[in-house]
């Protein structure tokens, strides 16, 4: 009897854990019939960033919109929903949906903020932010994904997304202060820079290291930053000035 009591309540939890639902106003979103990856999207927000732990509405509501596949290049379009990073040429990838995901949520967007990204890379994670965020200003180091992004975010429609060209290492000085800071490849150490265009109550999130690489947030408080250490990660290496001082 006991032994069956404690089975039953094991098997609540299985269950439990295997149906992690949306929000139902999120979940009410799947209603665009003429996307044929719709349903792959929403099982996509559902088993690998709900049962992860994702919560915020507005990360999840963004995921569901942002059409993934279209950022992706052509030949990989079929695996756009699965839970890894794919290629998307010149040696880089576009993260995995849950990183993107993640690193959004510690953000902690509310709506109306200025964010920076360095490494626009396919262009998605800027789509994402820009969903949820004011303005977008995003730096790409490789000029042909430059290029492709700007264009793809155009033809999705994003106008308050800004593209530029170049090395992310100095930030965007012309634009700055940024309420949210979010680097998608990985420095050896944080570039102070950036931290330097950090408005006060700002939050920046960067993966940090070489072989071994962590997320780190940083959250600007009365003018003092603070550190703190989330996941283990695996990024491409941040190329440009930032190596170069690596490697001195
Ligand atoms: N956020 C991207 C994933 C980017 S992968 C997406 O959603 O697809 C990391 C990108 O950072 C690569 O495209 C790489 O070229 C770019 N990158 C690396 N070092 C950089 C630098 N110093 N400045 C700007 N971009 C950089």
């Given at each position: ?47 690998q ?9 507005l ?31 010149h ?8 990183i ?63 593209c ?46 070489t ?38």
């Amino acid at each position: 009897m006991h032994k069956k009591f404690i089975f039953f309540i094991a098997a609540l939890f299985v269950v439990g854990a295997f149906c992690q639902r949306l929000p139902r106003e999120v979940g009410e979103m799947n209603q665009n019939t003429d996307d044929p990856y719709a349903e792959k999207r929403q099982e996509m927000v559902e088993r690998q960033i709900v049962a992860r732990g994702v919560r915020d509405s507005l990360v999840l509501r963004a995921m569901m919109k942002v059409q993934r596949h279209r950022y992706v290049p052509e030949s990989s379009r079929r695996f756009a929903y699965y839970d890894e990073p794919l290629p998307i040429g010149h040696d880089q990838t576009i993260s995995q949906p849950y990183i993107v995901a993640y690193m959004t949520e510690a953000l902690g967007l509310k709506g109306g903020e200025k964010v920076l990204e360095i490494g626009t890379g396919s262009g998605y994670q800027a789509a994402v932010l820009a969903e949820i965020a004011e303005e977008v200003y995003t730096i790409e180091i490789v000029e042909p994904l430059a290029e492709r992004a700007k264009e793809i975010l155009e033809k999705e429609g994003y106008q308050n997304v800004h593209c530029r060209c170049g090395d992310g290492y100095q930030g965007w000085p012309e634009a700055a202060p940024f309420d949210a800071i979010i680097v998608t490849a990985a420095p050896p150490r944080v570039p102070q820079p950036l931290v330097d265009q950090l408005k006060e109550g700002g939050r920046m999130i960067v993966p940090v290291g070489t072989w071994f690489q962590e997320l780190i947030l940083l959250t600007r408080v009365k003018g003092r930053v603070g550190k703190k250490r989330l996941i283990p990660v695996r990024f491409v290496p941040m190329t440009g000035e930032m190596q170069k001082k690596g490697k001195k």
